[in-house]
């Protein structure tokens, strides 16, 4: 990045941490106009975008990020999340998938391609995907976490306590 990009982008993070998503947008604008092939200001400039609920203009700029440089798991992964949260199943999938193809042992992706699942009322698909999230991961609370609602679904009582179980070990992650 350039200094001027590089200065842009760390003020525009630090706005958007502060909650002030309008300045933080205009920052990373002023950036991209600096640097427009740097996928970094992208990414950030959609995760600022998701932050504030405009998930539209998010993907738009992940997209970009992603014609940038296709190989970046955290770019992959959030398309994949603002999808599933537009209700747009079938791009979050997709996004999931070339994650999964070139990082398959990332239990987010993993988790994420579950909650897919479970939001298609397609428990046994939810429920293996949510198992090799834990399987990479054994203390992955929210898979877990994903994993009781699914085994409950299914009617699989003794996986349900399991995980309520190994969940009781683990911290609970902050919010």
Request: with cysteine; charged share 25%; proline share 2%.
């Given at each position: 990045?350039?200094?001027?990009?590089e200065?842009?982008?760390?003020?525009?993070?630090?706005?958007?941490?502060?909650?002030?998503?309008?300045?933080?947008?205009?920052?990373?604008?002023?950036a991209?106009?600096?640097?427009?092939?740097?996928?970094?200001?992208w990414?950030?400039?959609?995760?600022?975008?998701?932050?504030?609920?405009?998930?539209?203009?998010?993907?738009e700029?992940?997209?970009?990020a992603?014609?940038?440089?296709?190989?970046?798991?955290?770019?992959?992964?959030?398309?994949?999340?603002?999808?599933?949260?537009?209700?747009?199943?079938?791009?979050?999938?997709?996004?999931?998938?070339?994650?999964?193809?070139?990082?398959?042992?990332?239990?987010?992706?993993?988790?994420?391609?579950?909650?897919?699942?479970?939001?298609q009322?397609?428990?046994?698909?939810?429920?293996?995907?949510?198992?090799?999230?834990?399987?990479?991961?054994?203390?992955?609370?929210?898979?877990?976490?994903?994993?009781?609602?699914?085994?409950?679904?299914?009617?699989?009582?003794?996986?349900?306590?399991?995980?309520?179980?190994?969940?009781?070990?683990?911290?609970?992650?902050?919010?």
């Open positions: 990045m350039t200094e001027q990009a200065s842009l982008n760390t003020q525009a993070i630090n706005l958007a941490q502060n909650g002030d998503f309008k300045e933080a947008i205009a920052c990373f604008k002023r991209i106009v600096v640097e427009k092939a740097n996928h970094l200001l990414f950030n400039l959609g995760v600022t975008y998701r932050d504030a609920g405009e998930l539209y203009s998010a993907r700029c992940l997209l970009k992603y014609d940038i440089n296709d190989t970046d798991k955290d770019v992959i992964e959030t398309l994949a999340l603002v999808n599933l949260s537009m209700q747009d199943y079938q791009e979050a999938f997709e996004f999931c998938v070339m994650g999964l193809d070139l990082y398959p042992v990332d239990a987010h992706l993993w988790n994420t391609l579950g909650v897919i699942f479970f939001n009322s397609d428990y046994l698909n939810a429920a293996d995907a949510f198992e090799r999230a834990i399987t990479i991961n054994p203390y992955y609370y929210d898979a877990l976490y994903n994993l009781r609602d699914t085994y409950d679904e299914l009617g699989n009582t003794a996986g349900k306590a399991e995980c309520k179980r190994r969940m009781s070990a683990i911290k609970k992650p902050q919010e």
